[in-house]
């Protein structure tokens, strides 16, 4: 027996409201997403200035699989929509004194690599690489479906203590790695979704072996022309998006979701509600505070939130083709650890920085005018519990990361800049909807994962469900994607 068409309501046009609407809609339901921007993408926008095509957010691609299964079933084959090149190494990273390393996909590369920094540490790395891919093939099966209850989560236990993933990324790496620079370089993944490495559970270095298992890729024309190809092909499957769309507020009748209501008064019934927008945010913001149940306003007052980004988006007049710089660059000051605490624990500005510069210009020309190279870097600094005055700050920390840059990567980079564009926490609270600015939204933690993070399927409101980073399985675009899936699988039940 066919099941009924439903309307569906998807607040967001993000990696994990694409692939939940995606999928809905090629099942045959009536899927409208609304966004709140004048693009799709959420966290994934993509500026375009000057000629520069600028990703706002995600520029790390990996698992090429979970697009192909989207365009699958639809009947469609993802080459025909977007262009995936794989990228080797995955990451350059350089220590404080401007030296590099080479993180490739094939670990004897990266095994010649430590040799450069100690030849003794290779046996320590392949017992790492090792404890990574046992941590993989034990948990990834778990990224995929929710622990709707406290038994079917706490059943992976004895494989956290088997695997020692208690222990944090830093210290899982520290059991096997003695040089300084080579344990940042095997830990700094947390980093990638809004994790410290010196407190973020090492189950989460799977993410290293899912890296190696699929490889990291770029798309020609930048992340957003996978947003495009995602919209395009909802919009084959029935879908409908519409714009500067903004929600007021989630429509709750007897404890079940029911539509939305636009700011501008609209009303729009749906019989499922899937909001792609920050779990936080919208638990305080887009439902009365009346129908909250006290655990939930318990929760929201106790739970920690990941870091925050600025972000600078620039493109230079000329190319930088002797740089040292790679497609993905790290730039790990020495005092990592003390940079670590203060920007989660502390809440300061650290004097140190701690940067991710992307470099797509590398590898694709269709990004930048002629002649000219594309950027962007991102500074770690604190979410907004830091009260830290960016309005009043932005203009000096935004010199201060390129003044940096200019010194030590790209020469001469102010006098050649001909578009710029920058954000602050601010924007990920204000625009973005991330509440206290959290780029990552939820920290990831062993208290915050699994059962103890917010599921799909709302705990509280029926027929209303979330993805994106807030929910298991986290931050991160693969584990955004499989929030989709599970979202859809839920409601299809």
């Not at 395009?232 to 939305?260: D, H, P, R, S, Y």
Request: aromatic share 12%; hydrophobic share 40%; proline share 5%.
């Amino acid at each position: 027996m066919q099941q009924q068409s439903k309307r569906i309501v998807v607040i967001g046009s993000g990696f994990g409201g694409l692939s939940a609407a995606i999928r809905l809609a090629a099942k045959g339901h009536e899927v409208t997403i609304f966004e709140k921007s004048d693009k799709p993408g959420g966290r994934a926008y993509q500026y375009e200035i000057n000629g520069f095509k600028f990703d706002g957010g995600p520029t790390v691609i990996t698992a090429p699989h979970q697009y192909d299964e989207l365009f699958e079933l639809a009947g469609k084959k993802r080459e025909d929509y977007l262009t995936l090149v794989p990228l080797d190494p995955f990451y350059r990273i350089f220590n404080g004194n401007g030296d590099h390393f080479d993180y490739w996909r094939n670990q004897l590369q990266t095994e010649e690599e430590i040799k450069k920094y100690s030849p003794d540490e290779v046996a320590g790395y392949r017992k790492f690489i090792k404890g990574v891919t046992d941590i993989f093939n034990w948990f990834h099966p778990f990224t995929e479906k929710s622990f709707t209850t406290l038994w079917s989560f706490l059943r992976i236990f004895p494989h956290v203590l088997k695997t020692g993933t208690w222990r944090s990324m830093y210290g899982f790496a520290a059991q096997y790695i003695k040089h300084d620079f080579l344990r940042k370089v095997a830990s700094f993944h947390p980093l990638l979704i809004g994790g410290n490495p010196f407190d973020t559970p090492s189950i989460y270095g799977l993410i290293i072996q899912f890296e190696k298992q699929w490889g990291v890729h770029y798309c020609v024309g930048g992340t957003g022309a996978i947003i495009k190809a995602l919209c395009k092909l909802f919009e084959e499957c029935g879908g409908t998006i519409k714009l500067n769309a903004e929600v007021k507020q989630i429509l709750i009748e007897n404890k079940k979701a029911k539509g939305i209501e636009l700011k501008d008064g609209s009303v729009h019934e749906a019989d499922e509600v899937v909001c792609n927008g920050d779990v936080a945010f919208a638990y305080k913001n887009y439902i009365p505070k009346r129908l909250l149940p006290k655990p939930m306003n318990l929760w929201l007052s106790n739970v920690q939130y990941s870091n925050s980004l600025v972000v600078i988006y620039f493109g230079t007049k000329k190319k930088y083709k002797d740089s040292k710089l790679s497609h993905h660059n790290l730039i790990l000051g020495n005092d990592y650890n003390k940079l670590m605490r203060d920007i989660f624990q502390r809440k300061i500005l650290p004097r140190e920085l701690g940067l991710y510069l992307h470099m797509p210009s590398q590898t694709d020309d269709t990004i930048a005018p002629e002649g000219c190279d594309c950027f962007y870097v991102l500074s770690l600094v604190p979410n907004l519990d830091g009260k830290i005055n960016w309005n009043d700050l932005m203009d000096e920390y935004v010199d201060k990361v390129l003044g940096f840059l200019e010194e030590n990567y790209l020469p001469e980079l102010r006098d050649n800049i001909i578009a710029k564009h920058a954000v602050t926490p601010l924007h990920f609270q204000n625009n973005l909807n991330s509440y206290k600015g959290a780029a990552f939204s939820i920290k990831p933690s062993m208290m915050q994962s699994g059962y103890f993070r917010p599921q799909v399927k709302s705990s509280w409101f029926d027929n209303l469900y979330f993805v994106g980073a807030g929910v298991h399985p986290g931050a991160g675009v693969p584990a955004v994607l499989a929030s989709g899936k599970i979202a859809a699988a839920a409601i299809e039940q």
